[in-house]
C-alpha cells in the first residue's frame, strides 16, 4: 500500500509538533508495523465513481487515528465533487476511524480529506475515483457455456523465479516438501493461456492469491493475510489485472476465489486488531487450550430443531488456530468484507466468485454479501462451496429457494457436491439393480429441490478432493465416461488442472499436497509436458485429446448451454440421455460393460424422431440414423458416443 502524502500547514506548527509528540516511537503501544510506519493507511485505496451503492466506507489505520475528526477540504480538487461525510465511527481500538462517503453525484476525479483537532488541520490526503470500465455493470458471468478450469498457482507454473522467495515473506520455495511452496505464479498462468484456450477451457477459478504470509502451508492460499494485496511470491496487483485482461483477448475469464469466513493469523489485522469483535471467540493466542474450532454440524443453521448452542458452535468456532473466525455480524467488518469483494471484481475485471465454506460465515451477512455483488453485477455469477452429500441442504442456500425458515439467500450457484459423490460411486460401482448407474440417473430427481439445478457447478475433482483417475482405479474407459458426464450434463463443467493428462493421487483420505501436484510442464527442465506434449505416455495423450475435443465441441453447442435434459433408465449397464432445443440435439451413451454393444434405437424414437444422422464429435464421422424397428448403433466396449444431431 502506497503511504498518502501529508499535506501541512506552516501556521499550525505548534498543533503538529504535538501530533508528532504522540506518534514518537517512546510512546507508542502500538505493534513495531505502526512504529515502523506511522502514516496513515486507508482501505479501500481507491474507488469508482457510479457504482449502483452509492456508500462508501474508508478504514482508517494510524496512531491514535481515532482522536481526529475528518472534514471535505475545502480546495479547488473538491470543488462541485458533491461528496458528504455522512458517519464516522470509532471502535475500541483509538488507532482505527472509519468514514462514510455518500458518492451519490460524485464524479470520477481525486479530492482531499483533512483530520482535524480542535478545529486544527492535522494531516489531510488524496483520495480518488476512478471511472468504471466501459460495460463494468453489465459484465457476462460465467454460465452453463463455459468450462472452468480449476487451478492452484503454487504448483502450476512458475514463470517467474525471481519471485520465489521474497525477503517480507516468511516462507520460502521448498519444492522437495509436499506441503511446501513449489513456486507457481501469475506469469506462469499468462504463460499458459495459450494452452488453455487450445484446450477449450473458457474460465479459470484461480485458488486464492492474496497475501498469505503464513509460516506453513502458505502455498494454498486460504489464510489472508493482507486483502487488497496479491502475495508477492505470486506477483503483483498489477499483473494480476494483466492476467484476466490477457485471459479476455483469448475468450476466457477470471473466477477469484474469495474467504470471508476466515483470515490467517499473521494477518496484519492481528497486529492492531481493529476491534475486539471483529474476531469471534476473542482468542487472539494461538494454541490457546479454550479456543473452540468448529463443529463442522452444516445443517445446525438450517435444521428446524437445532439448538443456538449447536448453530454457534459451528458458525463461531474456528478451522484451525491459525485461521482466526470472523464475526460477520459487525457491521464494519461486514462492509469492509463486502466492499473488498466488490473492488477486486471493478479492478480486475472478474467473470465470477468462488467463495469459501460458504455456510461458516454469519448467514444474514451472506445474503447481504452476495445481494451487494449480484446489485452491482446483475449479470455475474457467484458459486459456494457448500460441501454436503445433501442436495436439501445444499438447496437451501441457492436465490429463489423458498425456504421454511423464510431465510432468502442471494447466492446464484453452488458446487453440486451430491451429484459429485453419487456420480462417482455409479461409476465404480457394479450394475445391479440399485448401484451403478441407476443411482446416478435416480439423483437426478432431487433436483426438484434447487430453485434453478441447471446453475449449481458440477466438477470431476477440486483441490480438496483426491484425483479422478487415481478414483477410476486408472480405468481410462471409466475416466472418459465421467468426463463425459461432467461436460454434458445440465449442469456447469468445472475441470481440475492436470486432470486432462491424468494426474494421479492416493485414494484414501486426505492428501492435499499430493492432489495439488505440479503440473507437468510448469517447471523448467520438467521432463514430460502437458503444454508441448513433450513425454506424456499414449494414456495421457489419449485423455487430453479426448478432453479438447469434448470442450471445443461444447463451444458451439446451443443444445448443451441451454437445451432440456432428457434420460432413460439405465438398463444392463447402458445409461442414455439427450440434450436438446430446436436447433441441435446431443445424444449421450454411455457403455459400462466389458464388451461392444448393438444398441437398438427404437425406445429413443421420441428423441431421434426428424434426425436421419449424426456425428460423432470425439471422431467427426457421420452415423446415419432411422426410427425404424432394426435400427440399432454400435458402442465400443467400455466407451461412450456422443452424436451430436442437428436439423
Do not use: C
Request: proline fraction near 4%; avoid cysteine; glycine fraction near 6%.
Amino acid at each position: 500500500m502506497k503511504p498518502i502524502t501529508s499535506i501541512f500547514s506552516q501556521r499550525l506548527l505548534t498543533a503538529l509538533s504535538l501530533f508528532l509528540l504522540l506518534i514518537a516511537p517512546v510512546t507508542l503501544a502500538a505493534p513495531a508495523e505502526i512504529k515502523q510506519h506511522p502514516n496513515l493507511r486507508v482501505e479501500p485505496e481507491f474507488w469508482w465513481a457510479d457504482m449502483v451503492n452509492p456508500k462508501l466506507q474508508l478504514m482508517l489505520h494510524g496512531l491514535n487515528i481515532s482522536e481526529l475528526t475528518p472534514m471535505m477540504l475545502d480546495n479547488p480538487a473538491n470543488k462541485d465533487s458533491d461528496i458528504t461525510i455522512i458517519k464516522v465511527e470509532k471502535t475500541n481500538n483509538p488507532n482505527y476511524l472509519f468514514i462514510t462517503l455518500d458518492l451519490t453525484h460524485a464524479k470520477p476525479h481525486t479530492f482531499d480529506l483533512m483530520l482535524t483537532s480542535a478545529g486544527n488541520s492535522i494531516h489531510s490526503f488524496s483520495y480518488s475515483l476512478l471511472e468504471r470500465g466501459a460495460d463494468s455493470a453489465i459484465r457476462q458471468g460465467f454460465s452453463n457455456k463455459d468450462v472452468i478450469y480449476l487451478i492452484t498457482p503454487d504448483r502450476f507454473s512458475n514463470g517467474d523465479t525471481d519471485n520465489d522467495n521474497q525477503a517480507s515473506m516468511s516462507e520460502r520455495v521448498n519444492r522437495q516438501a509436499v506441503n511446501g511452496r513449489h513456486g507457481g505464479d501469475i506469469q506462469g498462468i499468462e504463460n499458459s493461456l495459450d494452452y488453455l484456450a487450445d484446450l477449450g477451457v473458457t474460465q479459470l477459478w484461480i485458488n486464492p492469491l492474496l497475501e498469505n504470509n503464513q509460516a506453513k502451508y502458505s502455498y494454498h492460499g486460504y489464510s489472508t493475510t493482507d486483502h487488497y494485496r496479491i502475495d508477492p511470491r505470486f506477483g503483483n496487483n498489477e499483473e494480476y489485472r494483466q492476467l484476466a485482461a490477457s485471459a479476455k483477448e483469448k475468450g476466457i475469464g477470471i473466477i477469484k476465489d474469495i474467504v470471508v469466513n476466515h483470515i490467517g493469523s499473521e494477518h496484519w489485522w492481528m497486529k492492531d486488531l481493529p476491534s475486539t469483535s471483529w474476531i469471534n471467540g476473542k482468542k487472539l493466542v494461538q494454541d490457546s487450550p479454550s479456543l473452540k474450532f468448529t463443529s463442522h454440524r452444516r445443517t445446525t443453521v438450517q435444521d428446524p430443531y437445532a439448538v443456538d448452542s449447536d448453530r454457534g458452535n459451528f458458525v463461531h468456532g474456528w478451522f484451525v488456530d491459525s485461521m482466526p473466525d470472523l464475526n460477520q455480524q459487525d457491521p464494519l467488518l461486514a462492509t469492509y468484507l463486502i466492499q473488498n469483494s466488490i473492488w477486486w471484481v471493478e479492478y480486475a475485471g472478474l467473470s465470477g466468485i468462488r467463495e469459501d465454506t460458504y455456510s461458516y460465515a454469519d448467514k444474514s451477512f451472506l445474503s447481504l454479501w452476495s445481494k451487494a455483488i449480484m446489485n452491482e453485477y446483475p449479470n455475474f455469477n457467484i458459486v459456494g462451496e457448500e460441501w454436503s452429500n445433501n442436495p436439501i441442504t445444499v438447496s437451501y442456500w441457492q436465490a429463489g429457494k423458498l425456504n421454511q425458515d423464510g431465510y432468502a439467500s442471494n447466492l446464484p450457484s453452488l458446487m453440486d457436491f451430491p451429484l459429485y459423490e453419487v456420480m462417482l460411486e455409479a461409476f465404480n460401482q457394479d450394475e445391479s439393480w440399485d448401484t451403478g448407474l441407476i443411482s446416478l440417473y435416480e439423483m437426478l430427481a432431487n433436483d426438484v429441490v434447487y430453485a434453478y439445478p441447471t446453475n449449481l457447478v458440477l466438477f470431476e475433482g477440486n483441490h480438496d478432493t483426491n484425483r479422478l483417475y487415481s478414483l477410476m482405479n486408472e480405468d481410462l474407459g471409466l475416466f472418459k465416461m465421467v468426463i463425459t458426464y461432467v461436460l454434458t450434463s445440465n449442469r456447469i463443467p468445472q475441470l481440475f488442472y492436470g486432470t486432462e493428462v491424468l494426474m494421479t493421487s492416493p485414494k484414501e483420505g486426505r492428501h492435499d499436497g499430493a492432489v495439488r501436484g505440479e503440473f507437468p510442464g510448469g517447471w523448467t527442465n520438467d521432463k514430460v509436458s502437458a503444454i508441448t506434449g513433450g513425454g506424456l505416455s499414449q494414456k495421457q495423450k489419449s485423455a487430453q485429446d479426448f478432453i479438447k475435443a469434448l470442450l471445443n465441441f461444447r463451444k458451439s453447442s446451443s443444445a448443451i448451454h441451454s437445451g432440456k435434459l432428457r434420460h432413460y433408465v439405465p438398463i444392463d449397464g447402458i445409461y442414455v440421455y439427450f440434450r436438446f432445443n430446436h436447433d441441435e440435439a446431443v445424444m449421450v451413451i454411455i457403455n459400462k460393460n466389458n464388451k461392444p454393444v448393438s444398441l437398438a434405437t427404437r425406445r429413443f424414437n421420441a428423441q431421434l424422431d426428424g434426425f436421419t444422422q449424426g456425428v460423432n464429435v470425439l471422431t467427426k464421422s457421420t452415423v446415419e440414423l432411422n426410427t425404424s424397428a432394426q435400427s440399432s448403433l454400435q458402442i465400443p466396449a467400455h466407451d461412450v458416443l456422443v452424436l451430436s444431431m442437428k436439423h
